[in-house]
């Protein structure tokens, strides 16, 4: 997360605890700012944090921003 915010991109994750009693996807993760072009998000849902990053990170990849593996 150290590494987005020092190439300007914000990096939201909650939790959500209503969506957890009910058996959905809890975990949310937002993305937004430079790099990324004009108001483009990258976000997902999903059950777990890890689940969440492997949506988002080959997406963030893709759009030029660098992640460290």
């Known amino acids: 997360m150290k590494s987005l915010a ?3 991109v ?10 957890m009693r009910d058996g959905a996807k809890p975990w949310t993760f937002v993305a937004s700012g ?3 072009r004009d108001d483009l998000l990258v976000r997902t ?3 777990s944090p890890e689940a969440c990053l492997e949506v988002c990170l080959p997406q963030l990849r893709e759009l030029g921003v660098v992640i460290p593996d």
């Not at 914000?10 to 969506?19: G, I, M, Q, S, W």
């Open 10 to 19: 914000t990096v939201l994750f909650k939790v959500d605890a209503e969506r």
């Open 45 to 47: 849902d999903a059950v």
């Open 34 to 36: 430079a790099p990324l």
């Open 6 to 8: 020092e190439q300007g």
